[in-house]
């Protein structure tokens, strides 16, 4: 039997055990994941806890992320891009960190962009989310990131392997940045349900560029929806958090799993 867990804070609205189980059930493996509420400063006795009953690992989320790497015994290169950790694993009493976001948000758009590969990139934001992004931008190739924050200290603090790959564009000049961009990324979370919508024209943005919202309540933000409108190709930020389970699953179990149409509405429906 394979044992994992999600811990966070809260963690009840968590969709991962959803994922992984239902994963567990269509390949046939005998596995459980489940939720677990921790806090920042509890979480090195959780983790020891669940290494001791034999738990193969677990995810973390917020607001475990940059505590979880740094109890980490060894770091792959994409969580020590972001500082931060999503994915650790029991092995020889050793934890590993790992950080699958960036994978999440890259194969969310190539899912339904095959290939996709990007040139000049607009981010919007430099919170946690923005950090994974960033880094699978430098990693699959862009030439140009141009990043933006409503507070511009916030991006100086960055990690600077992601730093040093960026370019810092003023909040005020956010519309004008788009020009020339192949992908704008919302990391913030304007837009969501409850928040007001991003302020952000699109005029200047290439019609052919893809547009990507983390944000996924609603699954069509404004930001979205404008993009759609004007004929740009969107991806919405709910293929993310799919694709990010992926080499989770793989991690603990071996076995790659597949997101179809059904998985994806099993999920959401939950
Ligand atoms: P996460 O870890 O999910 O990225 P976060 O670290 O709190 O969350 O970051 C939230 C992002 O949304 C930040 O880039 C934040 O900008 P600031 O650094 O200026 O706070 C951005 N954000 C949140 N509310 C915003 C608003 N009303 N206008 C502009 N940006 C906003």
């Known amino acids: 039997m394979i ?42 006795s959780n983790l020891e806890a669940l290494q001791r009953l034999g738990f193969k690992g677990a995810n973390v989320t917020l607001p475990l992320k940059e505590k979880a790497f740094q109890l980490s015994d060894a770091r792959s290169d994409a969580s020590m891009m972001c500082g931060a950790a999503n994915l650790v694993c029991f092995q020889n009493q050793q934890i590993t960190g790992d950080n699958t976001d960036g994978y999440g948000f890259t194969w969310n758009i190539r899912h339904i962009v095959p290939g996709w590969v990007p040139r000049q990139a ?36 960055l990690p600077s392997a992601l730093l040093s790959s960026i370019e810092i564009v003023d909040w005020d000049h956010r519309d004008e940045m788009l020009q020339d961009c192949d992908v704008l990324v919302n990391t913030t979370s304007l837009g969501m349900v409850g928040n007001p919508a991003l302020p952000l024209r699109l005029d200047a943005l290439p019609k052919s560029a ?26 919405d930020g709910f293929g993310m958090l799919l694709h990010q389970a992926v080499p989770a699953f793989h991690a603990w179990t071996g076995v790659t799993p597949t997101i179809d149409e059904r998985f994806r509405e099993m999920v959401l429906s939950s």
């Not at 968590?14 to 994963?23: A, D, V």
């Open 3 to 44: 044992f994992c867990a999600v811990l966070g804070d809260p963690i009840s609205h968590s969709l991962s055990p959803r994922m992984h189980n239902l994963w567990f059930q269509r390949e046939g493996i005998d596995g459980c994941m489940i939720p677990v509420r921790s806090s920042v400063e509890s979480l090195a």
């Open 122 to 157: 607009a981010v919007i934001g430099a919170g946690g989310a923005a950090r994974a992004i960033l880094a699978a931008l430098i990693e699959t190739g862009a030439e140009r990131i141009l990043v933006t924050n409503r507070t511009k200290e916030r991006i100086s603090h």
């Open 210 to 235: 893809v547009v990507n919202d983390i944000v996924y309540k609603p699954l069509e933000t404004p930001l979205l929806k404008a993009a759609r409108e004007r004929g740009n190709i969107v991806v």
